[in-house]
């Protein structure tokens, strides 16, 4: 879930995913090749959520998904005593990305619920360094 507040210019991103750790399916081909049985694979993607700022503002933002994969030393040993690991980027899906321009700045987020693009338009002064540090000090207090 991503929000932003179009007068203020604030941006709220929501990275729960549930569950966020899930078993990987199975690569093709696996038992292939080979006199023996195949080694054993524990594979599970794992979730985060990649936030890119510049200058204290979101630009852009994405879920990814990432594999690791993990040999066991034996077939009959549990995931806690695994061989070697290897992690690669299974999926990427953009939820927000933002553009400044002269009058402000445009934000496209990714609205899940209703599977489409919104477009925000922020006006400049909500994104201004002095907006920004007069909604932190409200913050603190």
Partial sequence: MAHVDAATGC?????????????APAP???????????????ATDRHFLLVELEGGLVVHAQHAWVRVA????????SEEAL????CSLARQVDVLTAQ??????????WDAQHERWVEVFV?????????????LAAMQL
Wanted: hydrophobic fraction near 40%; aromatic fraction near 0%; charged fraction near 20%.
């Fill in 11 to 23: 941006v709220t991103l929501n990275a729960a995913v549930v569950p966020r750790v899930r078993r």
């Fill in 28 to 42: 093709a081909g696996l038992a292939a090749g080979g006199g023996g049985p195949p080694p054993q694979r524990h």
């Fill in 70 to 77: 993990a040999e066991a030393l034996s077939p009959a040993d």
């Fill in 83 to 86: 061989g070697v690991c290897e």
């Fill in 100 to 109: 400044s321009g002269e009058r402000g700045r445009n934000v496209r987020l």
């Fill in 123 to 135: 006006p400049r002064a909500a994104t201004s360094a002095a907006a920004a540090q007069e909604e």
